[in-house]
């Protein structure tokens, strides 16, 4: 199974990575994280925006459709 670390690292792949590299070495060195966990935390929060985009526009479709 796992880690939420690991699962975290999925998400970033292509601008996400980049972005996540950049962003993960100032963090951990400000917060009592390593750099995997900052990188992981940048991860899950691409997921979740992108699952809240999948969900919105799928609502609105339905919206849309009944009205």
């Keep these: 199974m796992p880690t939420t670390e690991q699962l975290g690292l999925i998400g970033l792949t292509g601008w996400r990575e980049k972005?996540?590299?950049?962003?993960?070495?100032?963090?951990?060195?400000?917060?009592?994280?390593?750099?995997?966990?900052?990188?992981?935390?940048?991860?899950?929060?691409?997921?979740?925006l992108s699952v809240y985009y999948v969900v919105t526009t799928?609502?609105?479709m339905i919206k849309a459709a009944r009205g």
Excluded: H, N, Y
């Design 19 to 48: 972005v996540a590299d950049v962003v993960a070495p100032p963090v951990a060195s400000k917060a009592p994280l390593s750099e995997d966990q900052a990188r992981a935390i940048v991860g899950g929060a691409f997921f979740a």
């Design 58 to 60: 799928v609502a609105k």
